[in-house]
């Protein structure tokens, strides 16, 4: 008789336990980003050129003579500098840190950028005097803590540097000659794609900066990673004409800073005066600190010239609102808009107006058609990680437009996750056929049931793409017989439903207990009930049901679902029956036997 060496028994019953473990892979539908531009400047305009560039404080100007300047020439801006001075003992080097909104001059005050931004600027080097090299500062907080991205316009190469506490090193060089030249006279677009990721070859989060140099038929593009500045040691964004032995000329234009959001929900059209307080679409999206709003209008903004605009969002963060008839806001983020021009941000405490502070506004405003303001997580007690907004606007004291909808098409809130819940279980799904219902945003594709330790989650596909809104045009129906017990219940699809939810886009879905008597449609609403994001434009909606919700009769560990699609009262598309199982402990205790096998089989497992 042979028995099997530890270490193999050992290896077994790992491999066994990952294999047990494997059967309850997670699985999750997520929603792309959608790019949103934050910011953008084509120096068109010499007055907002002025107020969102720093050009004084950042210049270097040796001896103060004048060698070194910023300024605005036929709608671009200059950097011009002269390195040629044998008395100046530092080199001039003018520099130009992005402002938006709220700030001063001065390197301690700079805009905020979120972590994960790309920036593109266009540049030229004229042919006289002929030098100049460009750079961008992605990540900049002041000149001792720093990343350069630099174009050698001499040389035909990227040149990546850093600085931290005041020591420059370079990190790369990159020739790109054999892609295309930077000739004379020419315009060339710098784009610089920034991330704080993780990278698994170094096992840390580090910056992940992404370059493409490109004129109209040639482009290169390269990467680089490095981790020597953290978070903390940044925020903003700079640009830099250098060349450091001759005179020297560099032309910049079309600055665009972008940013991946989430669209929280896009507003059916209509008529609302000043169109500037009319919402088209709220965006949100979060980093480690702060939260990013962005809301857009349907004109370009400006001051009126009687009255202050206002553009308030309100957040509930202890998401109350779900279990009430009204919103109940924590906070309200207002935007103002003085008759001067003058325009700022302010948090206040909504059930008492007490003010909390300023708000930084990253980007938009004046002569633009959106607003972008950060809210810094730290000052929004009891943020959990999700949070209810709506939103309205106004002149002097009349309200003018509300978001999400509009009087007399008003959907609940949105909902904005900071990081999106998912389920510890795998995806039951059931396919329906398609082309059995038309237009296709009737035929139902897939109904689907996951599940974690809180909460249910219900897939619903279709062959078409949901509305941003619709009313009681269109209505999604998942029937949930909690006790699977086919004798209680609306009875409907072979099952006994005690519970419907039901979702009509530019609403919160609702979750319904019924009432009747099993043929009557008679039914009590319970609660509002979640998305996992806003399906417009997209084939499957992710709704979310606490399993608290599900109160009497209680879930079962199996539940049957019955999905159906309607037009107002028509039934449009139905499934089949669903059979899915519920329980969280369920998982665990099935992982805990198999893995308790595998362990004996391990100890026990012998060759004979």
């Given at each position: 008789?042979?028995?099997?060496?530890?270490?193999?028994?050992?290896?077994?019953?790992?491999?066994?336990?990952?294999?047990?473990?494997?059967?309850?892979?997670?699985?999750?539908?997520?929603?792309?980003?959608?790019?949103?531009?934050?910011?953008?400047?084509?120096?068109?305009?010499?007055?907002?050129?002025?107020?969102?560039?720093?050009?004084?404080?950042?210049?270097?100007?040796?001896?103060?003579?004048?060698?070194?300047?910023?300024?605005?020439?036929?709608g671009v801006f200059v950097f011009e500098g002269n390195n040629t001075s044998t008395q100046n003992t530092y080199y001039d080097e003018p520099i130009a840190v992005v402002k938006f909104y709220n700030e001063s001059d001065g390197?301690?005050?700079?805009?905020?950028?979120?972590?994960?931004?790309?920036?593109?600027?266009?540049?030229?080097?004229?042919?006289?005097?002929?030098?100049?090299?460009?750079?961008?500062?992605?990540?900049?907080?002041?000149?001792?803590?720093?990343?350069?991205?630099?174009?050698?316009?001499?040389?035909?190469?990227?040149?990546?540097?850093?600085?931290?506490?005041?020591?420059?090193?370079?990190?790369?060089?990159?020739?790109?000659?054999?892609?295309?030249?930077?000739?004379?006279?020419?315009?060339?677009?710098?784009?610089?794609?920034?991330?704080?990721?993780?990278?698994?070859?170094?096992?840390?989060?580090?910056?992940?900066?992404?370059?493409?140099?490109?004129?109209?038929?040639?482009?290169?593009?390269?990467?680089?990673?490095?981790?020597?500045?953290?978070?903390?040691?940044?925020?903003?964004?700079?640009?830099?004409?250098?060349?450091?032995?001759?005179?020297?000329?560099?032309?910049?234009?079309?600055?665009?800073?972008?940013?991946?959001?989430?669209?929280?929900?896009?507003?059916?059209?209509?008529?609302?005066?000043?169109?500037?307080?009319?919402?088209?679409?709220?965006?949100?999206?979060?980093?480690?600190?702060?939260?990013?709003?962005?809301?857009?209008?349907?004109?370009?903004?400006?001051?009126?010239?009687?009255?202050?605009?206002?553009?308030?969002?309100?957040?509930?963060?202890?998401?109350?609102?779900?279990?009430s008839d009204s919103f109940n806001p924590d906070y309200n983020i207002q935007v103002s808009l003085d008759t001067s021009g003058n325009m700022k941000g302010n948090l206040f405490v909504a059930s008492n107006g007490t003010w909390?502070?300023?708000?930084?506004?990253?980007?938009?405003?004046?002569?633009?058609?959106?607003?972008?303001?950060?809210?810094?997580?730290?000052?929004?007690?009891?943020?959990?990680?999700?949070?209810?907004?709506?939103?309205?606007?106004?002149?002097?004291?009349?309200?003018?437009?509300?978001?999400?909808?509009?009087?007399?098409?008003?959907?609940?809130?949105?909902?904005?996750?900071?990081?999106?819940?998912?389920?510890?279980?795998?995806?039951?799904?059931?396919?329906?056929?398609?082309?059995?219902?038309?237009?296709?945003?009737?035929?139902?594709?897939?109904?689907?049931?996951?599940?974690?330790?809180?909460?249910?989650?219900?897939?619903?596909?279709?062959?078409?793409?949901?509305?941003?809104?619709?009313?009681?045009?269109?209505?999604?129906?998942?029937?949930?017989?909690?006790?699977?017990?086919a004798s209680t219940g609306y009875q409907v699809g072979g099952l006994g439903a005690d519970y419907l939810l039901e979702y009509e886009p530019g609403f919160m879905s609702r979750l319904w207990l019924y009432t009747g008597n099993?043929?009557?449609?008679?039914?009590?609403?319970?609660?509002?009930?979640?998305?996992?994001?806003?399906?417009?434009?997209?084939?499957?909606?992710?709704?979310?049901?606490?399993?608290?919700?599900?109160?009497?009769?209680?879930?079962?560990?199996?539940?049957?679902?019955?999905?159906?699609?309607?037009?107002?009262?028509?039934?449009?598309?139905?499934?089949?029956?669903?059979?899915?199982?519920?329980?969280?402990?369920?998982?665990?205790?099935?992982?805990?036997?198999?893995?308790?096998?595998?362990?004996?089989?391990?100890?026990?497992?012998?060759?004979?």
């Amino acid at each position: 008789m042979l028995t099997l060496p530890g270490n193999i028994m050992r290896i077994l019953a790992i491999l066994l336990l990952i294999v047990s473990l494997g059967v309850y892979a997670i699985h999750s539908d997520a929603q792309p980003s959608k790019n949103i531009v934050v910011y953008q400047l084509d120096f068109s305009n010499e007055v907002e050129t002025v107020k969102h560039l720093d050009i004084s404080t950042e210049n270097y100007d040796s001896y103060s003579d004048g060698s070194a300047k910023e300024y605005v020439y036929n709608g671009v801006f200059v950097f011009e500098g002269n390195n040629t001075s044998t008395q100046n003992t530092y080199y001039d080097e003018p520099i130009a840190v992005v402002k938006f909104y709220n700030e001063s001059d001065g390197f301690s005050s700079y805009a905020a950028l979120p972590y994960n931004y790309t920036v593109t600027a266009d540049f030229e080097v004229p042919s006289t005097p002929g030098y100049g090299n460009f750079y961008i500062l992605p990540r900049y907080k002041d000149v001792n803590n720093k990343y350069e991205i630099a174009v050698n316009t001499q040389s035909n190469e990227l040149v990546f540097n850093y600085v931290k506490n005041g020591n420059w090193v370079n990190l790369r060089i990159v020739d790109f000659s054999d892609n295309l030249t930077i000739s004379k006279d020419s315009w060339y677009t710098l784009k610089v794609a920034v991330s704080w990721e993780y990278n698994n070859d170094y096992s840390m989060y580090m910056n992940h900066f992404i370059v493409t140099i490109s004129d109209a038929s040639h482009s290169f593009t390269t990467d680089f990673w490095d981790g020597n500045l953290t978070p903390t040691d940044y925020r903003g964004l700079g640009f830099l004409g250098f060349d450091d032995s001759h005179l020297f000329k560099v032309y910049m234009d079309n600055v665009v800073v972008s940013t991946g959001m989430e669209e929280l929900g896009l507003e059916p059209s209509e008529s609302v005066s000043p169109a500037d307080l009319n919402f088209t679409a709220v965006y949100m999206w979060n980093d480690t600190d702060i939260i990013y709003i962005y809301m857009g209008v349907s004109q370009q903004i400006s001051p009126d010239s009687s009255d202050t605009k206002y553009w308030v969002a309100q957040l509930d963060v202890d998401l109350d609102s779900r279990t009430s008839d009204s919103f109940n806001p924590d906070y309200n983020i207002q935007v103002s808009l003085d008759t001067s021009g003058n325009m700022k941000g302010n948090l206040f405490v909504a059930s008492n107006g007490t003010w909390l502070g300023n708000l930084h506004l990253l980007g938009g405003g004046i002569d633009e058609d959106y607003i972008v303001v950060e809210v810094d997580k730290s000052s929004l007690t009891g943020l959990g990680n999700g949070l209810y907004l709506k939103a309205y606007s106004q002149l002097g004291s009349n309200e003018i437009d509300y978001y999400p909808g509009v009087p007399d098409l008003t959907g609940d809130y949105a909902i904005y996750y900071l990081s999106k819940p998912s389920p510890t279980s795998g995806w039951s799904s059931l396919s329906d056929t398609a082309g059995d219902a038309s237009p296709e945003v009737y035929d139902i594709l897939y109904l689907k049931s996951a599940y974690n330790s809180d909460l249910l989650f219900f897939n619903f596909t279709i062959a078409g793409l949901y509305p941003w809104s619709g009313g009681d045009t269109y209505i999604y129906q998942v029937f949930v017989d909690a006790d699977n017990d086919a004798s209680t219940g609306y009875q409907v699809g072979g099952l006994g439903a005690d519970y419907l939810l039901e979702y009509e886009p530019g609403f919160m879905s609702r979750l319904w207990l019924y009432t009747g008597n099993g043929s009557t449609w008679s039914w009590s609403v319970i609660y509002k009930e979640d998305y996992m994001y806003n399906p417009g434009e997209l084939d499957n909606v992710v709704l979310l049901v606490y399993k608290s919700d599900f109160n009497d009769p209680q879930l079962a560990s199996t539940i049957k679902l019955y999905g159906q699609t309607v037009n107002v009262s028509v039934l449009e598309d139905s499934t089949d029956t669903l059979v899915a199982p519920v329980p969280e402990y369920g998982v665990w205790v099935a992982v805990a036997i198999l893995a308790a096998s595998a362990i004996l089989l391990a100890r026990k497992l012998k060759w004979s």
